[in-house]
Nanobody
Framework: QVQLVESGGGLVQAGGSLRLSCTAS????????IGWYRQGPGKQREFVAR???????GYADFVKGRFTISRDNAKNTLYLQMDNLQPEDTAAYYC???????WGQGTQVTVSS
């Protein structure tokens, strides 16, 4: 079993930055690909970014160079640095383990205009 716990969300003004963290516990050696999704109000959950153990990275088109995903394997922690946040980035952000299919509980990001 793997448990994923997100943190770092909050309220920020447009143009601001936040760094989200996702700490994994349990059978973390099994995790190969891990990433971030988000779900805005009244919207479906959508892919944001993912990273594998080899450092391969993928981003959604809407990221447009504003977000950076990284991982610290020694700390079993995944990060999402989000810069130049906009109101449309308002959403609950979820950590997702592609290998075993686990989800975190989410952390809320709210961007005011």
């Amino acid at each position: 079993q793997v448990q994923l716990v997100e943190s770092g969300g909050g309220l920020v003004q447009a143009g601001g930055s936040l760094r989200l963290s996702c700490t994994a516990s349990g059978s973390t050696f099994s995790i190969n690909v891990i990433g971030w999704y988000r779900q805005g109000p009244g919207k479906q959950r959508e892919f944001v970014a993912r990273i594998n153990t080899g450092g391969g990275i993928g981003y959604a088109d809407f990221v447009k160079g504003r977000f950076t995903i990284s991982r610290d394997n020694a700390k079993n922690t995944l990060y999402l640095q989000m810069d130049n946040l906009q109101p449309e980035d308002t959403a609950a952000y979820y950590c997702h383990d592609y290998t075993l299919g686990h989800w975190g509980q989410g952390t809320q990001v709210t961007v005011s205009s």
